[in-house]
């Protein structure tokens, strides 16, 4: 089974014939960057965290792997993306944090949706919850989903997307924001369980709002009922 971190490798290692350099957001222990730098011809790789903890283990893990990595590996404290649009990348990586959270490290990056770097950035980004609300700003902020997958790692189900701005807004359907624009035509283990579940959950909120709406959260129930819709037109062909 693909793990998260190893999908997230290989998306941000690409097949291009130039030494590619990247950030990885969130970097804790910065297992990810040692890998790119010593398994995927990275050049250079930023890690960077919030919080000096996980910055020290960065650290302490780079000093382990060796002179090599240390060359090519700096850390970084800062929130998000903050004061890094000068730093040279061609890979973002953001991932085990929520979707909300992701969607606001990104927007919080204007760097990201300038001319100037239209198409030349990959952002890989895994949402640990929430992935189509991330997919929702994606969509409406001129960036191209170009790969959305899912792997499980720890018995929960997780979306890897790459996406990189085009500036052409989109507007897509609940079922596409909710599940990925390729994941209901694989029809694959991991969609059916994540489908069936997302399923369930919504038939259950459903019955729950019955005779109870109070309107304060009238445009979530609006969405889920618009999802619940499609899913349904869906459903035989899923899991008949």
Not at 37 to 65: L, M, W
Not at 152 to 162: C, N, P, Q, R, T
Request: include cysteine.
């Amino acid at each position: 089974m693909e793990t998260v971190a190893n999908l997230a490798a290989v998306r941000l290692s690409g097949e291009e014939n130039i030494p590619l350099c990247g950030i990885d957001v969130g970097t804790d222990h910065a297992y990810l960057p040692i890998a790119l730098v010593g398994q995927y011809g990275f050049s250079h790789v930023t890690a960077c965290d919030i919080r000096p903890g996980p910055c020290e283990n960065a650290r302490k893990s780079i000093q382990a792997a060796g002179a090599y990595f240390a060359e090519r590996i700096d850390v970084v404290q800062t929130d998000g993306l903050s004061g890094l649009s000068h730093v040279p990348c061609s890979r973002i990586t953001i991932a085990g944090m929520g979707g909300e959270l992701i969607r606001d490290i990104v927007k919080a990056a204007p760097f990201l949706r300038t001319e100037e770097n239209r198409g030349k950035i990959m952002l890989v980004l895994q949402p640990q919850s929430r992935a189509h609300l991330l997919r929702d700003f994606l969509y409406e902020n001129g960036f191209r989903i170009e790969d959305d997958t899912l792997c499980e790692d720890g018995g929960k189900i997780y979306a890897v997307l790459s996406a990189v701005y085009d500036g052409i807004r989109r507007d897509e359907d609940e079922l596409t924001r909710r599940f990925g624009s390729k994941m209901p035509k694989e029809k694959n283990d991991l969609f059916r369980r994540l489908f069936a579940a997302q399923y369930a959950r919504l038939k259950q909120n459903e019955k729950a709002r019955v005779g109870s709406e109070d309107g304060r959260n009238a445009a979530v129930h609006a969405r889920e009922a618009r999802l619940l819709s499609e899913i349904e037109r869906y459903k035989k062909e899923f899991f008949e």
